[in-house]
């Protein structure tokens, strides 16, 4: 199977969203069971993730250019990647409702002990503990998670998508 095509046909931004997509899903997946299961959830092994997906835009847009002949738009670039960062928030996402919710629940109450040691060493008092924690249970609901995590790799996902864009972009010479 080749991977160029003719000068009038463009690569599936769609299909090369989802593949690359998965993969960064994929690594947010084994970054989380590393982070739950490993290493602890206080150890920032989730910030990992930033340049992962990075790498992983940066290599999607470089597949698209390849089976363009060397050519992507800034709109092609910036839809490519604000869509595989999306696919990868709604698979990670449903992923850590399945972990949280049912295969392991014990995760969310070790994360609320956590956040329980973290206000009550910034030497709140209680009533600001108690609104800490009531905030903190809030984003601790998967349901929400799931949103927010959406929302947010729109957001960034859309942002570094533009980035990275901008700085591979290569346009077709318009014949006048």
Excluded: C
């Excluded at 956040?115 to 609901?141: K, R, S």
């Amino acid at each position: 199977m080749t991977t160029e095509l003719s000068e009038n046909e463009k690569p599936s931004t769609t299909q090369i969203a989802l593949r690359y997509g998965l993969i960064s899903a994929g690594a947010g997946i084994l970054i989380s069971l590393l982070q739950f299961y490993v290493v602890g959830t206080n150890s920032g092994l989730s910030w990992l993730i930033i340049p992962i997906s990075i790498l992983v835009l940066v290599v999607a847009m470089n597949d698209y250019k390849k089976r363009n002949q060397g050519y992507m738009s800034l709109g092609a670039g910036f839809g490519l990647g604000t869509m595989s960062s999306v696919i990868s928030a709604v698979i990670g996402g449903f992923f850590n409702i399945l972990l949280l919710d049912f295969i392991d629940p014990t995760i969310i109450e070790k994360l609320r002990k956590d956040a329980v040691l973290q206000v009550q060493q910034a030497g709140m008092g209680d009533e600001q503990i108690e609104q800490a924690m009531q905030f903190t249970d809030f984003l601790l609901n998967t349901g929400v998670m799931f949103v927010l995590g959406v929302i947010s790799s729109l957001i960034l996902g859309g942002i570094i998508s533009l980035i990275i864009s901008a700085i591979l972009h290569k346009n077709r010479e318009e014949i006048a």
